[in-house]
């Protein structure tokens, strides 16, 4: 299709502001889809998609839209819809899927306003000089505020709010004018069909008969099957299956132009083999250098993970190997524990990036799993002056042996209702974190930005923002960079022997509060035995906390009826010996919620 008439855009918008509904308005509107094949959020395939109600993975869509405008002849345009993730933590594919376009819809729920990742997405998106089109969906909910709305809107755009297009998705209502808003400000793509193949790979998955299918937009030149490709950073060759376009289900084509959105069925065998945001190429005329922008994925945060019954390990590293072939940003390698035995140490995006791992564990490979306290990266420099990254608790050298530890900080952006101001400082300084701004958007809502360490957020920071603010906050952070801090290994002791899978890194500050209530807890979750089991939490060699588990104890004196005091004695020494014994030789089994403890401790 001439160039001219193709429109590459996508939609962004904070989680559930209606950015799924209105995709499906679209496609029902361009007919791309039958009314019998249509079914509510089409272009998310995943079942943890459509329950949580988020995008997770990238998806894209070809419609073609007829335009009839009165006294002139109806004409065809290529829409290419880039769906993208709305959480968090999965910034990264949406910075690559905007890579793909020329412009985007923005989506603002009326009722709600404006939030954090709208901000944050929108701000990527400038960054990229794309068209910004805003939207305001959800007109049709009684507690929807457009007028409002529209004002913060215009104040952060500068886009009149008389001209702000006021859409319902769920009703129907002024979805055309969406289309006709992209056909009229959205700009055609640049490209050059004769110049060297240049693609950008936005998003991949792995299809078990196809291998890797690379998605993909055709920067310049022209893609037909099936010729010899090259993935310039990776430095992978590849041998096509076939190209296609998605519509939204994959149609097999012969040619792939400038400009075009499509698919490439690369026949790799796994996902790690190409990753998103690469440049792909003509292996036979190379282009000089790759498309700007890529960075590898980095994982933020790490957990183990142990099957419960130790002969579920080999079932659990090949569930693993799935996942990975489909999710290029999960890490894992092989890590043991004394405590749990063989397992896996995994990095991840993000904690939702964690549980969405979790989650399909349990469900698509039906597994039953321990996961660790989640930790973040931390950079040790030694007193050699080498440095690396620490992954794991277990594996911190000792003390003597360390220069200093650095943390990492990143940069947190809060929106909410002016009321929650105290609340929401209060919480955040009390987890370590830093005033950098405040800015009032209007009289009752102001955007509060801070920074904080990674590992305080990282557990349970949303769901206590959501509590104290009755849940009208909204939240988004990025990386900074690693600072020093004073930073104590916690280890929890169980009857003597240290716990590797109960350690933690914390500040030495918190440490103490830390230890004492982890130690209360497991004074109440591990059972009794017929001995004394004491509980240690300790930094080094200095125990900071102790609780003990009381002995179940058995009435040796209900057979003596009166007689000399000394034999009553003997019996309770000879008890007593016995027990000493028993300590020394018994093993003290460690329920699975003493694991999860370490995690609720910010619950309080």
Known sequence: MDLDHIRNFCIIAHIDHGKSTLADRLIQLTGTVTDREMKEQLLDSMDLEREKGVTIKASAVRMIYRRRRPGEPSADYEMNLIDTPGHVDFTYEVKRALQACEGAVLVVDASQGIQAQTVAHLLAAMELDLTIIPVLNKIDLAAAMPDEV????????????????????????????????????????????????????????????????????VVNGALTAPARLLAISGDKHIDPIEIGILTPAPVKASRLEAGEVGYIATGLKSVQDLDVGDTITLASDPAPQPLPGYEPMKPMVFAGLYPTDSDDYHDLRDALEKLHLNDGALTFEPETSQALGFGFRLGFLGLFHMEIVQERLEREYDLDIIFTAPSVAYRVIATDGSQFLLESPADLPDASLIEQIEEPWCGLQIYAPSAYIGPILEMVTKRRGRVKNQLWLDTKRVELSFQIPLAEIIVDFYNELKARTRGYASMDYTLDDYQPSDMVKLDVLVNGQPVDALSIITHRDDAYPKGQRMVSKMKDIIPRQLFTVPIQAAIGNKVISRANVKALRKDVLSKCYGGDVTRKRKLLENQKAGKKRMKMVGAVEIPQEAFMTVLSLEDE
């Not at 998705?169 to 700009?187: G, T, W």
């Not at 050059?192 to 993909?216: E, I, M, S, W």
């Open 150 to 217: 529209a004002q913060d809107i215009e104040d952060l755009l500068a886009v009149p709010a008389a001209d702000i297009l006021r859409i319902s998705a769920k009703d129907d209502l002024n979805i055309e004018n969406v289309l006709e808003s992209i056909v009229e400000q959205v700009p055609p793509p640049q490209g050059n069909t004769d110049a060297r193949l240049q693609a950008l790979v936005f998003d991949c998955h792995y299809d078990p008969y196809k291998g890797v299918v690379a998605y993909v937009r």
